[in-house]
């Protein structure tokens, strides 16, 4: 014959405190120290110099993406703006166009932002649509490499 056994919290109904001493005692995960890393011996030393042998154990450590790749935009109104300060290797001046390689300058997305005064033969790895059609809008071209299918 089984015979059920009490639970240990229901002797201590109507105690307020469950035998745990004062009421502030048993607030939520501050009085642990905290979530996470709690415990590791901040005061007391008895755990932190176990924790530095870990490499991994201070600090966010998530998950980055292997596909994201690092753009480095710039503007059209950035190339109006600074076509007599940038090196002369990178831009060459074609009849009435002017013809820049954006890799040689560390570029490798056109933006469209600002307006575009002259005429602009780009080659760049990555352009906007809109970028697109306001440098074919003014009468030149942007040069992109073939998409892999």
Known sequence: ????KRKKFSR??????????????????GNLG???????GKRADSKKPSNWKEKRYFG???????????IVPVNISYIDANLNKLPMDT????NSFYSIDLSKLGFNKLLSGGKEANKYKI?????SKKAIE???GSGGEVILPEQKV
């Open 123 to 127: 080659k760049v790895q990555y352009a």
């Open 60 to 70: 966010k450590y998530g998950f980055i993406s292997k596909s994201k790749k690092n």
């Open 134 to 136: 306001k440098v074919k």
């Open 34 to 40: 905290g979530a996470g890393m709690s415990g590791s």
């Open 12 to 29: 201590y109904r109507a105690s307020m405190t469950h035998g745990k001493g004062s009421k502030k005692k048993r607030r939520g995960s």
């Open 1 to 4: 014959m089984t015979v059920n």
């Open 91 to 94: 831009i060459k001046k074609e």
